[in-house]
Each structure stands twice: as C-alpha cells, then as structure tokens.
T-cell receptor
C-alpha cells in the first residue's frame, strides 16, 4: 500500500530557530513530491520536487529530495510566527492526479 | 487569475440525506481532483476528473460520486450521509492532465453530518 510518513508530527520552536521537517515515502509509480503549507484554510503550494539532489529554495524555505533513500526534507530558517501552520508532504503518482498525503507536521513558532 | 472556488463553504446535514458540493477550477485548468480531510485520516484522495471523464478513484464507497462539466466545473455528491462523512472536502485543479502539473487547492467545503 502506498504511504507517506512525516516526522515529527508536531514541533514547537521560538522565532529565529531553524527547523527541519521530514517526509519519507513508499509508493509505486512515484512521479514527484510536493510540499504544502496549510493554515486554517486550503493548502497552499510550496515546492514540487522531481529530481534527486536538486534543492528548491523560496526565501527562508528550502527543500530537497533523495529518490534513492525515498525521503525529502523541508527546511525553514529564521522562523517567524507567521510560519506556524501544518506542513503537508504529498507524493504525486504516475497515474493521473492522485496525491498521497502524509499526516502533516504541525509547526508552532513562539515569539 | 481567480483561484479555485468551492461552494458552499459550510454545510450541515443529517444522517441519511444527500449532499452536492461544487468546485470551479482556475480558469484554463481542465483537471479537478477531490480530497477528504479529517483529523483522524488526514487528506485522502477521492477522485480526479479530466475532460469530463473520471480518471482515477480512491478507496471510498460508491456513495461518493462526482462529475465534471464541459466548462471543467465539477460536482461531488455524497448520498446516504453517515456521521463519519463529516469532513473538510477540498478540490484541487491543475492545467492539464499531465502528472507534472502542480495542484492548486480551493478553500474547501466544511460538511457536518448530525
């Protein structure tokens, strides 16, 4: 059965800290891995990773994929209270638009 | 460009009733996927439509069905509602049917079944 596992499930840090969120997967027909941020509304897209070893960056956020070890990490540097959210990792399968989601990591950034 | 829109945003129903949710994708997007989000199960894939055809289906009972219209708008129907159907229903759209396209989510419909 296809599955995506995220760790930790929750995390509390202080502003300015750096955090690393983990995502491992076991799926057949892997196409790409996506990261989303969800506050009290719809998930918003952060990154899509298809190739191993190529880091994607957007401001203080960055992510990388290891297709050999079947995992990805999402790094957030110099965290801010606005980074508080649930971060979702999802794997897109080759068969159409099916996304398999992990449980999410709930990040809380304290001032 | 306007984002994905979903209506209604909130819905309260009783067991045994049926419900229809609507999703309008981003203009120009032809693929629409539906997901159910619950605290216990997280986000789970329901089905995907592309060019009015269901291309993929998740592991949900037949009470969950959907369709897509020629303008790419999609509807999802749940019949004989159960308490466990209470969830946030999200729809996502992407431009084409190709697997490399990013999916963009709508705000969701919060369904409560009493």
């Amino acid at each position: 059965e296809d599955k995506v596992v995220q760790s930790p499930l929750s995390l509390v840090v202080h502003e300015g800290d750096t955090v690393t969120l983990n995502c491992s997967y076991e799926v057949t027909n892997f196409r790409s891995l996506l990261w989303y941020k969800q506050e009290k509304k719809a998930p918003t897209f952060l990154f899509m990773l298809t190739s191993s070893g190529i880091e994607k960056k957007s401001g203080r956020l960055s992510s990388i994929l290891d297709k050999k070890e079947l995992f990805s990490i999402l790094n957030i540097t110099a965290t801010q209270t606005g980074d508080s959210a649930i971060y979702l990792c999802a794997v897109l399968l080759n068969q159409g638009g099916k996304l398999i989601f992990g449980q999410g990591t709930e990040l809380s950034v304290k001032p | 460009k306007a984002g994905v829109t979903q209506t209604p945003r909130y819905l309260i129903k009783t067991r045994g009733q049926q419900v229809t949710l609507s999703c309008s994708p981003i203009s120009g997007h032809r693929s629409v996927s539906w997901y159910q989000q619950t605290p216990g199960q997280g986000l789970q894939f329901l089905f995907e439509y592309f060019s009015e055809t269901q291309r993929n289906k998740g592991n949900f009972p037949g009470r969950f069905s959907g369709r897509q219209f020629s303008n790419s708008r999609s509807e999802m129907n749940v019949s004989t509602l159960e308490l466990g159907d209470s969830a946030l229903y999200l729809c996502a759209s992407r431009p084409r049917g190709g697997s490399t396209d990013t999916q963009y989510f709508g705000p969701g419909t919060r369904l409560t079944v009493l």
